[in-house]
C-alpha cells in the first residue's frame, strides 16, 4: 500500500472514530437525561441527534468499505500482471535454458574464443559469453524479485479481505443499534404527541422569546457599526488594525475554533426545518442547540471584547463577544462573570448554561455573524 493509500485509509478511519465519539458522547448525555424524566423533550432530540450520528457512522463505514473494496480490485490485478510476468520469465528462461543445453556440444567457449582471427574479435565473443552469463543470472533474480512482490500482494489482499469482512460485521452490529434506536425515538414521539397541545403552547412562547433577543442583539450589532460611523455592511471597512487583526485571525480559524462547552451534543442544527415532533411546524435556527450535563461552563471561542449582556438578570442571560467583524453570541446562561467593555480571551469562562432545578442536562444556544449575516456555527467549529 503506497504513502497516499495508507493516508486515505488513516482519513477514512479516524472520520469514523471521530463519530463513534460523538456517539459516545450522546450516550453519557441520554443515560443522565434518562434520570430526569421532565426532560422528555430533551431526551428525544438527543434520541434524534443520535440518529444522525449513527446515519453518518454508518455511511462513513460504507465509504471505507468501498474504499477497501477498491484495493482488493487493484491488489488483485496486480497478483495477476505478476502471475502473468512470472510465468512469461519462467518460460523465456527455460527457451533460454534449452538452447543452451542443445548447443553445449557444438563448440568449446575457450576454443571458439581462441579461434577468432585478430585480438578484437576475440574479445568481442568473450564479451558476447560474460553478457550472456550476466544475462542468465539479472533473468533468474528478476524470477525472484516478482516473486516476492507477488507473496507481498497476496498478504496484502488477505489483509484488505480481512479488514473488509469485520468493517462489515461492525456495520450490522451499528445498524441493529440504529434500529433499537429509532424504535425508542419512535415511542418517545408517541408519548410527546398526546401532549400536543401543550407542547406547542410552549414552542409559540419559546419562538416569541427567541425572535424578542434576536431583534435585540441585531440592535447591538447595527449600535456597534454606528459607533463606527458605517452600517453592518461596511463594517469590516472602518475596523482598528487591532480589530482587523483579530477579524482576520478569527476569519483564519474557520473549522477550528473551540466549542463554547467542553463536552455535548448539537441537538438544534443551524436554519430552517420541520420540527422534530410536529411536521407541520417550521423551526427557524439563528445558531445552533448544544446539549450538555447541567450546569457546565460556558467559555468563549475566540480572544475579543464584550460588548453586551442582555436578557433578564438573575434568569437566563446572553453575552454577545466581537471579534473585530466577527460577533459570537452565548444565550441562555446564568452566573455571567464578564461585563460590557471586558476583553477576554480564547477558552475564558463567561458564565455557565442555565439549567432547570434538579435536571442533569441543559442546552445552550450558539451563534456566530459575520457583520449582520448569519453564520451556521457548525461549520466554524472544530470536531470535539
Given amino acids: 500500500m503506497n504513502a497516499y493509500s495508507q493516508q486515505t485509509r488513516q482519513n477514512l478511519e479516524e472520520q469514523r472514530k471521530q463519530v463513534l465519539r460523538e456517539i459516545e458522547q450522546t450516550n453519557r448525555l441520554l443515560r443522565e437525561t434518562v434520570k430526569d424524566q421532565e426532560q422528555s423533550v430533551l431526551k428525544l432530540n438527543l434520541l434524534n441527534a443520535q440518529v444522525t450520528q449513527y446515519n453518518s457512522l454508518i455511511s462513513s463505514m460504507n465509504t471505507e468499505i468501498a474504499y477497501i473494496n477498491r484495493q482488493i480490485s487493484t ?109 425508542e425515538l419512535d415511542i418517545e414521539i408517541g408519548k410527546l404527541k398526546s401532549q400536543e397541545r401543550r407542547l406547542k403552547t410552549q414552542l409559540a412562547e419559546q419562538q416569541q422569546r427567541d425572535k424578542k433577543i434576536q431583534d435585540e442583539i441585531a440592535k447591538m450589532i447595527s449600535e456597534e457599526a454606528r459607533k463606527q460611523g458605517t452600517t453592518t455592511e461596511n463594517l469590516h471597512e472602518r475596523l482598528t488594525p487591532e480589530q482587523r487583526l483579530i477579524s482576520n485571525n478569527f476569519q483564519a480559524n474557520r473549522g477550528k475554533l473551540p466549542w463554547p462547552i467542553e463536552r455535548g451534543v448539537i441537538t438544534g442544527k443551524f436554519g430552517t426545518r420541520r420540527h422534530n415532533i410536529y411536521q407541520d411546524i417550521q423551526v427557524d435556527n439563528i445558531g445552533i442547540y448544544i446539549t450538555t450535563i447541567a450546569n457546565a461552563e460556558v467559555r468563549a471561542v475566540f480572544d475579543g471584547e464584550v460588548t453586551n449582556v442582555g436578557g433578564v438578570p438573575g434568569v437566563k442571560l446572553f453575552v454577545l463577544v466581537r471579534h473585530g467583524n466577527y460577533f459570537t453570541v452565548y444565550l441562555n446562561l446564568v452566573d455571567v462573570n464578564v461585563k460590557q467593555g471586558d476583553k477576554i480571551t480564547l477558552k475564558q469562562a463567561i458564565g455557565r448554561v442555565y439549567t432547570e432545578r434538579e435536571a442533569q442536562s441543559a442546552v445552550l444556544q450558539f451563534q456566530i455573524y459575520e457583520g449582520s449575516n448569519k453564520q451556521n456555527p457548525e461549520q466554524w467549529l472544530s470536531k470535539m
Wanted: aromatic share 10%; net charge positive.
Fill in 75 to 183: 491488489t488483485s490485478a496486480s497478483i495477476r500482471q505478476f502471475e502473468n510476468d512470472i510465468d512469461r520469465m519462467k518460460t523465456e528462461y527455460a527457451k533460454m535454458v534449452k538452447q543452451a543445453y542443445k548447443n553445449r556440444g557444438q563448440y568449446n567457449k575457450l576454443i571458439y574464443v581462441l579461434s577468432a582471427k585478430d585480438f578484437n574479435e576475440a574479445y568481442r565473443r568473450m564479451k558476447y559469453f560474460q553478457r550472456y552469463s550476466s544475462y542468465n543470472k539479472r533473468q533468474v533474480e528478476e524470477i525472484k524479485l516478482k516473486q516476492k512482490e507477488l507473496n507481498e500482494a497476496i498478504e496484502q489482499l488477505k489483509m484488505h479481505r480481512t479488514d473488509s469482512e469485520k468493517l462489515l460485521a461492525e456495520q450490522r452490529r451499528e445498524n441493529v443499534k440504529l434500529q433499537a434506536i429509532k424504535q
